[in-house]
């Protein structure tokens, strides 16, 4: 009896160490909103610590989180930013960056299941942006514009905003940078099939 209470309790712990590694979209979404202390912690249970932390004027700071579990960082995160907005943390902004393709499509299905639809193309300094939203939130997909899905050097930035902080605080760019004809099969919101609608 006690082999088998034994191996029931490291699958368990196994379980449960390996779901903690993980945070999801949602998990984002929500922490988006939080305090700095509340991402701190849950970040710091991930084993990604503070790296540094920048002063940025009007009651907003910038941190910038580093992952410590080398072994992990092909398939999760290597950084995770938050820019902190102290009195009006509706307007706090959250992305990561990952190099996994795989990792990428999982959230993009996630992204799809929790009713985000994608919004609009733009190119900023060969950046490529694909825009989501579910009309409260707003992501940004963030890619180089001169590199493969299939090169282990590609980097994928998750950013995360509300959605009206995301149209007022960019609104000029939207407008300058939006690419006008998109073919939807160069985005990455083709790969799971997202719902479209016009770029507004």
Do not use: C
């Not at 299941?113 to 992501?139: C, P």
């Amino acid at each position: 009896m006690k082999p088998l209470l034994s191996i029931a309790t490291l699958l368990l712990l196994f379980s449960t160490f390996g779901y903690s590694q993980n945070i999801s979209i949602a998990d984002f979404l929500q922490l988006r909103g939080k305090s700095n202390n509340v991402i701190e912690s849950r970040l710091t249970s991930l084993n990604i610590q503070l790296y540094d932390q920048d002063e940025m004027g009007s009651g907003k700071t910038h941190y910038t989180y580093q992952n410590n579990n080398v072994s992990e960082k092909s398939s999760s995160f290597e950084w995770v930013d938050f820019v902190y907005a102290q009195d009006a943390q509706w307007n706090n902004r959250l992305s990561f960056q990952i190099q996994n393709i795989e990792q990428v499509k999982k959230y993009l299905t996630e992204m799809k299941a929790l009713g985000f639809y994608f919004s609009n193309k733009k190119v900023v300094d060969r950046q490529i942006f694909e825009v989501y939203s579910d009309g409260v939130n707003t992501i940004e997909l963030i890619t180089s514009q001169n590199r493969n899905a299939n090169d282990n050097n590609m980097y994928f930035n998750f950013a995360f905003y509300s959605a009206d902080e995301y149209q007022y605080a960019f609104a000029t760019e939207n407008k300058k940078y939006n690419v006008p004809h998109i073919n939807q099969n160069d985005l990455y919101a083709d790969l799971v099939g997202f719902p479209m609608t016009a770029a507004k």
